[in-house]
């Protein structure tokens, strides 16, 4: 097709933007992207958005069938607990403390991990090396048992068990962080930057930080699974947030009385984390090969 | 490679050091028998004396030696992570095959769809979902447990299965056969992971290998599909597998210790769980070494053997040192 | 590629394949229990709890029993006994040739005779006795039934004869030698433990004359019992008893369901409607001889004012709590005397539910609200609450709303009775389950000043009029006399409300339907001697 522009005027667009469009044409990935930002407003205003507060308990409605059973009513639209509890709310005031914890502290092992890794990649001798090889044998024992580790050692309680998770995760950030930052020092065009006399910082900011996103969204992707499997885990465990807060593995701990009653009590939580950590997989995964592709 | 074994060995010593000191303090909490002294240090030495002569303290609650206890349960654990990575590697190696060959296909989106459900769904609520349509619904399979208590098989090794078959009591095979019965679910449960990992990976290393020219001559040589797997991908696909789950052992162990806990199983999860609840701290810091000690060193046998076998990664190893 | 698809397709099926249902040997001589939790001591004198009393019927034997069917004492180790006129004496005669369980720590060398008889009892009675203070000494059900003080003597009249003498006439004693705490134990195997010097060992390794012997004891685990041939009654027709110790409701019923288990102890009240709908299942429903009540620590203020007892007790609906607690499994209760006890009043104006007049009680009796109180509960459900925790939730809730903020303490069970035994405690949750269905078990035992130091009695009370009731309650024998003091008593105890009754839960036993002969007892016990597999 003829363009009707004289000057030809090409469009070359950042590969961070570039990336975005070929993230864009991936409908199920997009569709993911929406869920996910839905349910981090949910996590945000899980309070407002609850039809019921987190105390509330309706005698009158214990066990309630989710609406759609031929006995259960639209007040309680998952149904009810055996004390009375909306399930839905207390569902949608989980997803702030399992999702929205999860999200935050991997997160936030993200950002110190990064921080400790790139440090560790740009410095060289004994001290690099000796980061190198503790994380390389402390890896090999995995995020959940470090945090079942820890919370024995501070006692369970949420927020002890997202600390728990916080420390299992750093080292695989700082391991994957370092891994990309070292490999990246091996290459030629860092050597050439060198040799033009640049500093650390540009090495850095022009040499390395646009070749390691990849890196950081499996990463990311796979610790912000991983912290919301390890937080439900202990919550099932009872090593987790305790009642009455509605964290969804310390849902289900409490329903495994309910197996015969109420079987809804057990799958809709178990639903809702599997639905979430899907969609995070979904989203991680396009992200990865839009931005792989977008380097291209 | 000697050099790398060393490194290997030394740095494995190391980080149990560093654990030890861990559990160490752990200990010191609870142990009156540190109060008196003032010396950490000296506190700390007669600790290391004591671990390493296999002395893990007794346990509070049930006045037994900890390293007994563990020994006497630990099996169980290990026999259904065993028997479960043997599951994982029957369902994974076909099922990756399939995937790898229709690579893009409509099966191939099939079984990596199922992969993605499988690593995305919590481990506990599986085994509930199992437990409420198997054996409470269907009613196939017991709930709990590793054999009828109707049976008694003398605890020779800890493994139920070899134990029953060396076992001489006269209703061996009706055993048996309780016995697997009951490790059917937990081993399904617990073989989901690493059956997706298998599954990946074969797919993945085939899906390489069938681009190769070799394969292409075979192809050209008038070799069925079948015939070319068989000779040629199967051979340079499985190779990494196996290391690979030594290195995933660790994972597979913490979700046996979930899944030990839904069908109550009388493993080290459960154990671990209640010495927590408990608050039996010589049991915690027996464990915790225990098992760390215990990934750390099947990860670098792995390692080892991973180096041994596949001469690629012993290329690579010196090649890296080169250039370090 | 086709050779691997089928094994791969015959190996994924074979689990499958192996799941059908089988009958086998193992299993066709085998039941198994499940249970609730360890037996605290193998020898039933020391049980403090119903919970531990299971294996009581499968390792003992008693003088005498009670029939199931018509509540009638019937003979058991005891061929037969009289009562002397002024109802002081009761001589028994023994059955002879009865065997103790020959196991690989005893071998008995005679059969059962009146010393044995002698030897358990005396253990209790006897502070001198060498087996009196072994275990701790202690004597739960006996110290609530005031045995000790009853008894005055034991006598051996004759090789196969014993005669009890009691110090003032006691209707209930019979009933009490029936209970399965009343067992008779090995005088030889006594001996042969202090020759050791391992006394302890008598109530860690049993050795008994009932239809299973035990073969061995895992904590937490499991307990097996082996069939003992030489059982008075003829060898039972199982060969093996196993209980499994299996702590939660639910997975108990799992077990159940799948066939785990043969029976299972304690079935959840939520789980009852589910059990009776299932087809492989039975449910056996009997009215429980026990109350639960919120008591009032009467002996703190405010609670020892009686208007502060009844309006904080008019506050509470038991309505919600019979239905979301239990399940509909259990009767409102009126009084703390089950309404099928024969003294039970029947005129006793029910407990009101009235917030609006608990709140105007309140401001007449001029307490400061919002009143702040502490509620204590056992974590675990017993056998006359399914759920005390649940239970303190609702009345907690109920309480807010007539301006009362309370506190919800859970403790463990034996912390609690040392709790009870201090005093220091506000209200607490709990009841009581009658082993003898006498009413004077309920009275005595919850009411009478002496329980306050068996820490039976969670309302601290102690008053004049309600112990001389319970004293005359027991010393009369004539029937109508006697209903007309209980009547009397329940009148007063509402009227003073040291306690608020909550309700009485129904007794459920559920096994599967191929299980014959399983007999239950009125005070919670379960005999497997008769168990066979259809």
Known sequence: MASTNIFSEEKIRSPLAHSWYIYQQNALAMVALWVLGLMTLLALFAPWIAPYNLGYQDVTNLLQPPSWYEAGQIDFFFGTDDLGRDILSQMILGAQLTFGGGVLTALLALLFGALIGVIGGMSHGIKASVLHHILDTFLSIPSLLIAIIIVSVMGPGYIHCLLAIFLALLPQFIRAVYRAVNDELQKEHIVALKLDGATHYRIFRYGILPNIPETLISQTTRAVTAAILDISALGFLGLGAQRPYSEWGTMLSDTMELVFLAPWTVTLPGLAILFTILTINVVGEGMRQAVLRGMD | MLVYLIRRLNLLVITLFLLSIVAFFLQRQVDTSFINSSHVFADYQRYLIAILSGDLGISTISGEPVLDEILRIFPATLELCLISVFIALLVGIPLGIFAGLSHGGRSDYGIMTVTLLGISVPTFWLAMLLIMFFSLHLEWFPVSGRLSLLYQIPHVTGFQLVDILISTQPYKSEALFDAIRHLTLPALVLATVPATEVIRQVRYSIGEEMNKNYIKAAQAKGLSTFQIIRRHGLRNALPPVIPNLGLQFGSILTTAMITETVFSWPGIGPWMISSIAAGDHSSIQGGLLFIATFVLLVSVMTDLLHLILDPLKRKELYGKHEHL | MKSITRLFSVLLTLPFLMSCKQTNAVKDTGVVYCSRGNPSSFNPQLAQTESNLDISAQLYSTLVRIDPNTQMVIPGLAKSWRVSRDGLRYRFKLRQGIQFHATQYFTPSRSLNADDVLFSFNRILDPLHPYFLVSGGDYPFFNNTQFPSLIKAIRKLGPYEVEFELNHPDTSLLANLATEFAVVLSAQYGKQLIRTASPEQIDQLPIGTGPFKLNDFKPDHMIRFERHWGYWEGGAPMQQLVFDITAGPTQRLAKLITGECDAMAFPAASQVNMIANHEDLLLNAQTGSNVAVWAFNTQKAPFNRPEVRRALAAAVDRSTILRAVYYNTGVLANSILPPTSWAYNPN????????????????????????????????????????????????????????????????????????????????????????????????????????????TNASQWCDPTTDGLIQRGIKQSRMVPRIRIYRELQKHVQQEMPLLPIAHSLKFQSYRKDIQGLTTTDTGGINFSGVYRN
């Not at chain 3, 502490?374 to 974590?379: D, E, G, N, Q």
């Not at chain 3, 463990?412 to 009870?420: F, G, N, P, T």
């Not at chain 3, 003898?436 to 329980?451: K, V, Y």
């Open chain 3, 348 to 455: 006793v104006d029910d407990y009101q539910y009235a917030p609006i007049k608990a709140k105007k009680l309140l401001q007449q009796a001029d307490i400061n609200l919002p009143l702040r109180l502490t509620i204590h509960v056992t974590s675990t459900g017993t056998a006359f609450n399914p759920n005390g925790f649940k239970t303190a939730e609702f009345i907690q809730a109920d309480l807010r709303k007539i301006g009362v903020e309370a506190e919800i303490i859970v403790v463990e069970r034996h912390q609690l009775a040392s709790i009870l035994a201090q005093g220091n405690y506000q209200t607490v949750i709990t009841g009581w389950n009658a082993v003898t269905s006498d009413p004077d078990n309920f009275f005595r035992a919850q009411l009478s000043c002496q329980a306050i130091k068996n820490a």
